[in-house]
């Protein structure tokens, strides 16, 4: 059996989750694609699926049993609604929603529907250098984290970009990915702003004490650069930097930055993909976000905004987990 997937947004990501549904993924196909441009849509199907520009079409149809949303954030909320009344798995990229009011519609949606549909699009754990760090902190390889140091570089964006959309649509990356690695809660936060919004650096403390820092910085202009390095007691563990090629001219012997996050996380997202894919169609959970982490992670990032704003240490709070949710 192949489970027949659609795919809303055919932009950036909508187009790298159609070309890893196409090309790479084991036990389901395209079966379509869905853009407000149709030749976009027609484009990133090449050949392969039905085409659509309405979103709710696509999502209603008998010929697709699962979604992989990657339309603008502004609509997530209202299409992974739709497919939790549709009763249908989805893969909803990051942020579940614009606001955590939102996010916590979409919660209380499949807790009433009574069963786990939605997984959001938090890529970092299935890509392999954080699942290695996350196994040795498990491991007790390098003792009590105390130190979480998080860098999310981005080469150029448009000016809006920067600010609280850094937040709410780059910084949640970090925002799950922390909570994932040290299987803890944040507790407080505390926010720093450069001129014009860029670069932040943010700092948020676990339930367990840990620090966790993160500089996101939105027009380092040399290239896409995320890196990790967890500090535990008895050592470290951090990303390496991923490169294809190491060159030497001009006197120096270098390594290469990819331009954006595609190449950087290429791994993670067919991963990501084929995990959600054999969970959807056992109908379990593959460890990727959900709808509950999705919630948290755009609770957390609204009140970093907020701190933003004040520069004061802020308490974060958060209200019970559905018991559902573990
Ligand atoms: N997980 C990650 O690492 C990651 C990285 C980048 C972007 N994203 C997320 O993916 C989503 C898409 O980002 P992108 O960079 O691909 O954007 P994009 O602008 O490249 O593509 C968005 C596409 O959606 C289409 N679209 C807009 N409204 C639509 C609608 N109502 N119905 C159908 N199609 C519609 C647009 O025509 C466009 O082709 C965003 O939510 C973003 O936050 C995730």
Known sequence: MSLAVGVIGAGVMGSEHARILRKETIGAHLAAICDADEARARSA???????????????????????????????????????????????????????????????????????????????????????????????????????????????????????????????????????????????????????????????????????????????????????????????TIETAVPVTTLSNASGRHGFSYPDNWVPRFRTAYANQMNAWVAAAAGGQSCGGANAWDGYVTTSIAEQVVAALETRTLTRLSLPPRPSCYG
């Not at 049993?65 to 739709?82: C, M, N, Q, R, Y």
């Not at 798995?89 to 996010?103: D, G, H, I, S, Y």
């Not at 009574?114 to 970092?124: I, N």
């Open 45 to 235: 199907g090449d050949g392969q699926g039905l085409v659509f520009t309405d979103p709710l079409a696509l999502i209603n149809s008998d010929r697709v049993e699962a979604v992989v949303i990657a339309a603008p954030d502004s609509t997530h909320k209202g299409l992974a609604l739709a497919c939790v009344e549709a009763g249908k798995p989805v893969l909803c990229e990051k942020p579940l929603a614009v606001t955590a009011a939102e996010a916590l519609e979409v919660v209380e949606a499949e807790v009433a529907k009574g069963r786990p549909l939605v997984q959001v699009g938090y890529m970092r754990r299935f890509d392999p250098p954080y699942i290695e760090m996350k196994r040795a902190r498990e491991a007790g390889e390098i003792g009590v984290p105390v130190i979480l140091h998080n860098i999310h570089r981005n080469a150029v964006v448009p000016e809006w970009f920067t600010g609280a959309m850094s937040v709410t649509n780059a910084f949640v990356h970090e925002i799950d990915v922390s909570r994932w690695l040290l299987g803890s809660e944040m507790v407080s936060a505390q926010a720093h702003c450069g001129e014009g919004g860029d670069p932040l650096m943010i700092t948020m403390v676990t339930d367990r004490g840990t620090i966790v820092s993160t500089e996101v910085f939105m027009n380092c202009r040399y290239g896409y650069h995320v890196h990790a390095q967890l500090v535990g007691r008895h050592g």
